[in-house]
């Protein structure tokens, strides 16, 4: 090797470990980008359709303010649930622990009451995050990052589409140039139009799990509601594991309820399996083991945000490899003589 190969090589490996770095640092920045540009692409359609009639600016404001109204609604039933169940667990749990202490040497030894009293009373501050300069300290990061989020998605929403003609106009060769721009257009819509699918999807089941559990008598419908559309996203087991608490907490009042809300959601999977082959054929297939593997990893690398991401991610490279070889499967047609 050649000493111009070995600096050449040597070069490469400290670009690539900084480049690294950089990624490693600007975790949180990058998050809010992806998070940011997913968002607008999802309610793009809504900005368009709005903006026929109404200014821009107008629409994009309107769909922001009802993004905003829709999350605020879904925070407070879930702040409200968990609360009420923290009250009900504070005032009932020493109550039973009393009893039982009263019937147990071991457990009067052991000051059960006593320690149950003590981890009911530690419950709210562990669900807050800790002390209360840890607290501020959580609620100002998560406010910026939400700050920051609405006003990448915003941008997204007045600018994207400028943005992407803008990349693709720096392919010099017109050729090449209208290749990678209908490749990517027709992958980014039949990508994104199977996530809406499957966002509205996750909406319609949680909604019909918050209901379930509500007439059921389950404690907390709402963030088992919240819980159960999270989980339908992911294929095979997603509705089994997204219906299990319900159907748990079901079946500590009564078995018969337990079994009614059990065929509830076995219907809602029957439904969900006849329906993604119709989706899948109109929009892109993704195996799904992609989707699970992809969901996982974000979730390791940035929790939940990360988890809809990768799931997003993967159905977007999927619709666009798909693109490309039906493109270069058009060309190879046009490009073969045909044979007289």
Do not use: C
């Amino acid at each position: 090797m050649s000493v111009r190969s070995a600096l050449a090589v040597m070069f490469l490996l400290a670009l690539t470990v900084l480049m690294l770095e950089i990624a490693r640092d600007s975790e949180r920045v990058i998050s809010w980008v992806l998070v940011a540009a997913a968002l607008a692409g999802l309610v793009y359609p809504v900005v368009e359709f709005g903006a026929r009639w109404l200014p821009r600016g107008l629409v994009v404001l309107f769909v922001v303010l009802l993004g905003l109204g829709a999350v605020g609604f879904v925070g407070y039933r879930l702040v409200n649930d968990v609360a009420n169940e923290t009250h009900s667990l504070q005032r009932l749990a020493p109550r039973r622990a009393a009893e039982l202490e009263k019937n147990s040497d071991l457990l009067r030894q052991l000051h059960f009451r006593k320690r149950v009293q003590g981890f009911v009373n530690d419950i709210p501050k562990r669900l807050t995050g800790g002390s209360a300069a840890q607290v501020l300290e959580s609620a100002a990061t998560g406010g910026v990052a939400f700050l920051a989020g609405l006003i990448l998605t915003i941008f997204f929403l007045i600018y994207g589409s400028r943005i992407f003609h803008s990349g693709i106009g720096q392919i010099d060769d017109p050729i090449r140039r209208r290749r990678v721009e209908r490749v990517l257009t027709r992958g980014a819509h039949r990508s994104l139009e199977y996530a809406r699918i499957q966002v509205l999807e996750s909406i319609i089941e949680g909604l019909i799990a918050y209901a379930v559990a509500r007439a059921a008598g389950v404690p907390g419908p709402a963030a088992l509601g919240v819980w159960f559309g999270l989980w339908t996203l992911l294929p095979v087991a997603g509705v089994l594991v997204g219906a299990t608490p319900i159907v748990l907490f079901a079946g500590a009042a009564s078995m018969e309820r337990a079994v009614v809300v059990a065929l509830v959601f076995v219907g809602i999977a029957v439904a969900e399996y006849l329906l993604s082959p119709v989706v899948e054929r109109e929009t892109v297939h993704v195996g799904s083991f992609l989707i699970v593997f992809a969901a996982f990893s974000g979730l390791e690398l940035n929790g939940l945000a990360g988890a809809l991401i990768g799931i997003l991610s993967v159905v977007v490279l999927a619709a666009i490899f798909d693109e490309l070889a039906r493109a270069e499967a058009e060309e190879a047609v046009l490009i073969t003589p045909r044979r007289e």
